[in-house]
Antibody, heavy 125, light 107 residues
Framework: QVQLVQSGAEVKKPGASVKVSCKASGYTFTSYYMHWVRQAPGQGLEWMGIINPSGGSTSYAQKFQGRVTMTRDTSTSTVYMELSSLRSEDTAVYYC??????????????????WGQGTLVTVSS | DIQLTQSPSFLSASVGDRVTITCRASQGISSYLAWYQQKPGKAPKLLIYAASTLQSGVPSRFSGSGSGTEFTLTISSLQPEDFATYYCQQLNSYSWTFGQGTKVEIK
């Protein structure tokens, strides 16, 4: 069965960086793009970016350009999200989510069918 | 970026009620819309994709409709396990966005 298992909670100081991992199993890792989404305490969902595990190409939300880096390791079926220059507003639960394309009539409709359990990142001095 | 606006933001309903949540896009997104359910402390769960296609394993009381800029999620008969927060998500371009969420609470 498909599983996305994320690394554990992190506590970081302002200005530091954090790297969260997401290990995939139960499917062909390189066949599905992976998204990263975060959720601040009591707030909604915020899309951060996407990575193609096959070639490593990425696309980031404008808000995070220059601060986020998404990478992958095909040997371990793991994707990583690194966020730098952390500030208190980055305190959130970070999720990885698999991209599942449904193609019909010449169009492909995307959605996130499997999600990791979430990783709480706390930024505090 | 395409903005999604959900209404209402908060909804109080009783078991058995028919519930409708609306999601409006700031520009046309065809049917590139998904709906998720999230319970406290849990990851979101996919309910609907391509605006109206029910994800495998999701009860048939959930349905989605719409295209272009206006979409709806309907729960035909609210069950106790449906009390949660619901989000729409647009996937029309390489800058996906979510609506702000609709919290469905017990009346």
């Amino acid at each position: 069965q498909v599983q996305l298992v994320q690394s554990g909670a992190e506590v970081k100081k302002p200005g530091a960086s954090v790297k969260v991992s997401c290990k995939a199993s139960g499917y062909t890792f390189t066949s599905y793009y992976m998204h990263w989404v975060r959720q601040a305490p009591g707030q909604g969902l915020e899309w951060m970016g996407i990575i193609n595990p096959s070639g490593g190409s990425t696309s980031y939300a404008q808000k995070f350009q220059g601060r986020v880096t998404m990478t992958r390791d095909t040997s371990t079926s793991t994707v990583y999200m690194e966020l730098s220059s952390l500030r208190s507003e980055d305190t959130a639960v970070y999720y990885c989510a698999r991209d599942d394309p449904y193609c019909s009539g010449g169009s492909c409709y995307l959605s996130n069918d499997y999600w990791g359990q979430g990783t709480l990142v706390t930024v505090s001095s | 970026d395409i903005q999604l606006t959900q209404s209402p933001s908060f909804l109080s309903a009783s078991v058995g009620d028919r519930v409708t949540i609306t999601c409006r896009a700031s520009q046309g997104i065809s049917s590139y819309l998904a709906w998720y359910q999230q319970k406290p402390g849990k990851a979101p769960k996919l309910l609907i994709y391509a605006a109206s296609t029910l994800q495998s394993g999701v009860p048939s009381r959930f349905s989605g409709s719409g295209s272009g800029t206006e979409f709806t999620l309907t729960i035909s008969s609210l069950q106790p396990e449906d009390f949660a927060t619901y989000y729409c998500q647009q996937l029309n371009s390489y800058s996906w966005t979510f609506g702000q969420g609709t919290k469905v609470e017990i009346k």
